[in-house]
C-alpha cells in the first residue's frame, strides 16, 4: 500500500527544507526523484543525500516555459511521471499596506499561478498513464491569517481551493490530488519570520499541543501516504501538518 518503487516523481523546490522532507520520504518508500529547484548546489547536495534514483533538473516555477520544460525532462529521461509535489514557494514579510505590486505579483507568480502551471504540465503525462498524484503545499495560512502575511495567506488560500477543483477534474482520469497544510516548521524561511517577530519562537511551543516546532522529515510519511496506493479514494482534501496548532483556539 505504500510502495512507490517504479514510480516517477517531481519535487519542485525539493532541495531543502520541507521539500527535502518530502523527497526524503518518497525516495524512501523506492520512487525516483526529481529535485527541481533553481539553486543548483543545493539540489546536488540533496540528490547526493537521497540516493542513486534521484537527479537534479533546474526550473523557475514563475516561468511557464521552464516548467514545461522541466516535465518534458522528467518524462524523456524516465519514461512517465506518477506523482507532483507542487512545494516551491516564497514569502514577503510586510503589512498589506507596504507591498509593492511588483511584490504581491511575484508572491503570487510563484506560490499559485507556478502551481497550477506545475499541476496543469503534469496532467496530460499522468492522465495518460491511467492515474497519477498531485500533492500542493498550502500552509496554516489556508485557515487564518497574519498581519505580515497577505499576499502569502491569498496564494495559500488560493491553493487550497485550486486544489479541491483539481480534484474534481480529474477523477474521472484517477489522479489524485491533495493538499499539505504545514503549521510552524523549522526551515529557513520561518527562521526569518523568527526575526520579523522576536515572541514567535515561544508563542509557537506555548500554542501547539505538540510542543515543539516541526521538521521537514515531519512530512515525509504524508507525502508517502498521499503518493502511495493507500490514499487512492482520498481527493480534495487539505491536511494539516502543524502539531495540532491548527485545532487550538
Not at 63 to 87: H, P, Q, Y
Not at 149 to 167: D, E, F, L, N, S
Amino acid at each position: 500500500m505504500f510502495d512507490l518503487t517504479g514510480k516517477v516523481a517531481i519535487v519542485t523546490g525539493g532541495n531543502g527544507g520541507i521539500g527535502l522532507g518530502i523527497a526524503k520520504g518518497l525516495a524512501g518508500a523506492g520512487a525516483s526523484v526529481v529535485v527541481a529547484g533553481r539553486d543548483a548546489k543545493k539540489s546536488a547536495d540533496a540528490v547526493a543525500a537521497l540516493g542513486p534514483k534521484a537527479i537534479a533538473l533546474p526550473v523557475d516555477v514563475a516561468d511557464k516555459a521552464s516548467i514545461e520544460a522541466l516535465v518534458a525532462e522528467t518524462v524523456k529521461r524516465f519514461g512517465r511521471l506518477d506523482i507532483l509535489v507542487a512545494n516551491a514557494g516564497v514569502t514577503v514579510r510586510k503589512p498589506p499596506q507596504d507591498l509593492t505590486d511588483e511584490e504581491w505579483d511575484h508572491v503570487l507568480n510563484v506560490n499559485l499561478t507556478g502551481v497550477f502551471q506545475s499541476c496543469r504540465a503534469a496532467y496530460p503525462h499522468m492522465k495518460a498513464a491511467g492515474g497519477g498524484k498531485i500533492i500542493t503545499i498550502g500552509s496554516m495560512m489556508s485557515i487564518f491569517g497574519a498581519p505580515f502575511g497577505a499576499a502569502y495567506g491569498a496564494t495559500k488560500g488560493g491553493v487550497v481551493q485550486m486544489t479541491r477543483a483539481m480534484a474534481t477534474a480529474w477523477a474521472p482520469d484517477n489522479i489524485q490530488v491533495n493538499a499539505i497544510l504545514p503549521g510552524w516548521i523549522d526551515t529557513a524561511m520561518t527562521q526569518g519570520a523568527r526575526s520579523y517577530v522576536p515572541t514567535l519562537h515561544q508563542s509557537v511551543l506555548e500554542r501547539t499541543p505538540a510542543g515543539r516546532w516541526g521538521a521537514p522529515e515531519d512530512f515525509s510519511g504524508i507525502a508517502v501516504f498521499l503518493a502511495a496506493p493507500a490514499s487512492d479514494f482520498v481527493t480534495g482534501t487539505a491536511i494539516p501538518v502543524d502539531g495540532g496548532y491548527s485545532i487550538r483556539g
